[in-house]
């Protein structure tokens, strides 16, 4: 017996959910520069996209400021900016600034975005390591 | 100028057309999982069209880092197929093939329902891969080599199917999450007149001894009881061959993922019927067993993690909530069946059937099991 079953679920819900927050991320970058056009993306397309980054900003940034315990995930982004040296709570802070900014259709900062897709890495960095280790149970 | 992101762009869209084609090339006779096979080239050419949609994006340096995340989310998604997939769909031996069509009867038999193809991959641990993204129709099953040669093992295929029915339900990881909330709360309250140090440390023990039961051993110890369900005698005599064959200390805290060997054998023994344990064959067994696992001499940890109390627990918990949530699956009750009766004509054999047969023959009647067995597989149905 091993422990596959377990991996396997955790790949599906990670995976699952990187999946998405990758592909809305490329939406919403792609609404900053002005290249909806090339990806032939819609206006609901975008506007569903930043409403789904801006829900997962709003349930990480009580984590990274301390104010929530979190999920697996949540936790495993605030381990890894601590372990980077970061600040948690200016990410928090950020990242509640950032969910307003999407909500009110407000332009967003390479800056601002390149944060995001910073803590998506960890998590993508995370499941492609899931993956990995399918090969060497 | 060169630069990595459209490189690895052209290594993904390369890599997409490779699998495309291998699955292509799979074997798609009548026993081989066509179903799965299907689901499989959809997904993959589902994540070719996000790919072409995409890929502007993927050459365009001003996406930076997004750009390379989505690259690496596709890669997983197709690493997943490539790695767990393919290796078992691609070389399909006579004997996955036929273990295939018995493991999808019995988990029909079984009420898991929602698997709707399977495929069997002699990977070398029994194990199971339940959950192909969202869904979890299309388990890999892995068995050792020569799967079938092994009968004190057969009753772990029922544990391997308990996963799926695991992460099927959350109603039974949530029940066996709060008795153990419970449990540990109830001696939370239970701690006497000590000091203020003393209560401090107990409290620390206590939190430590739940913080044990992960979502892993939860998952684990819930399969062993769901095969001890649907197996009966069988299982429990598996499940000491688990704990004695390998050789491992049966209180052994220190296993990743799993709870000791001795807590997992304690559920089964605590859900089997009263005639079931007081059968010679169970009772003789468990007797060697206990001589061998020492429980009695566990030390202070195991005693806090895997207390009878805690154990019988979860037994009950998952003994009541099985018929409730899987009204079809059959527990089993019965004794080990009667040698005559096992030795008598019969057309077909389930995995149900086999399991409890065999390990009645082996048991009773080794002189003849050989023969026995190599005309009784081929029943197998």
């Known amino acids: 017996m091993s422990t596959l079953g377990q991996l396997s679920g955790s790949i599906a819900q990670n995976l699952g959910r990187v999946d998405d927050l990758t592909k809305w991320l490329i939406a919403v970058r792609a609404d900053m520069l002005g290249k909806v056009a090339a990806l032939k993306l819609s206006a609901e397309q975008v506007v569903e996209a930043k409403k789904k980054v801006a829900e997962f900003l709003d349930a990480l940034a009580p984590v990274l400021e301390g104010k929530a315990d979190g999920d697996n995930q949540q936790k495993l982004i605030l381990k890894r900016l601590v372990d980077g040296g970061r600040q948690p709570t200016d990410y928090g802070s950020d990242f509640a600034g950032i969910s307003s900014a999407m909500k009110s259709n407000i332009k967003l900062t390479a800056e601002q975005l390149n944060k995001v897709s910073e803590v998506v890495g960890y998590l993508q960095g995370e499941v492609a390591g899931e993956v990995r280790r399918l090969r060497s149970r | ?381």
Request: hydrophobic share 45%; proline share 5%.
């Open chain 2, 1 to 381: 100028m060169y630069s990595y992101q459209p490189l690895k762009a052209d290594e993904v869209k390369f890599v997409l057309v490779g699998l495309h084609e291998r699955l292509d090339a799979c074997p798609r006779g009548s026993r081989d999982p066509v179903f799965m096979l299907d689901c499989l080239k959809e997904r993959v050419e589902d994540i070719a069209v996000l790919y072409e949609a995409e890929e502007p994006a993927f050459r365009d340096p001003d996406f930076g880092l997004d750009g390379l995340n989505r690259l690496g989310a596709i890669m997983a998604s197709l690493a997943l197929i490539e790695e767990e997939y393919l290796p078992a769909v691609a070389h399909v031996t006579d004997e996955e093939r036929a273990l295939r069509l018995v493991f999808l009867g019995a988990v029909q038999r079984l009420g898991l329902h929602w698997i709707k193809d399977l495929v069997v991959h002699s990977s070398g641990n029994l194990a199971i891969f339940p959950k192909f993204f969202a869904v979890l129709d299309i388990p890999v099953v892995h068995v050792q080599a020569n799967f079938l040669d092994k009968c004190l093992c057969l009753p772990g295929a029922f544990h391997e199917f308990g996963h799926s029915v695991f992460l099927k339900f959350v109603e039974f990881y949530n029940a066996m999450k709060a008795e153990l909330a419970a449990h540990f709360d109830a001696l939370r309250k239970a701690i006497g007149p000590v000091t203020e140090e003393q209560k401090k440390r107990l409290l620390e023990d206590l939190d430590e001894a739940q913080a044990y039961w992960t979502d892993s051993r939860l998952a684990e110890l819930f399969c062993d009881l769901f095969a001890q369900y649907v197996a009966g005698c069988a299982n429990m005599i598996s499940m000491v061959d688990l704990s004695m064959g390998t050789g491992q200390p049966a209180c052994d805290t220190d296993i990743q993922g799993y709870p000791p060997d001795a807590a997992r054998v304690k559920v089964c023994e605590f859900a089997l019927t009263p005639e079931q344990a007081a059968s010679s064959e169970v009772k003789h067994l468990l007797a060697d067993w206990e001589r061998y696992a020492e429980v009695d001499r566990a030390d202070s940890f195991y005693r806090d993690v895997c207390s009878e109390k805690l154990l019988r627990r979860f037994t009950i918990v998952v003994l009541e909530l099985l018929p409730k949530l899987m009204p079809q699956t059959q527990r089993n009750v019965s004794l080990m069946p009667d040698i005559e009766a096992v030795l008598g004509p019969y057309d077909s054999l389930t995995l149900e059937e086999a399991t409890q047969r065999a390990i009645t023959v082996l048991m009773k009647r080794p002189d003849i099991y050989d023969s026995w067995w190599r005309e009784a597989r081929k029943k197998l149905a």
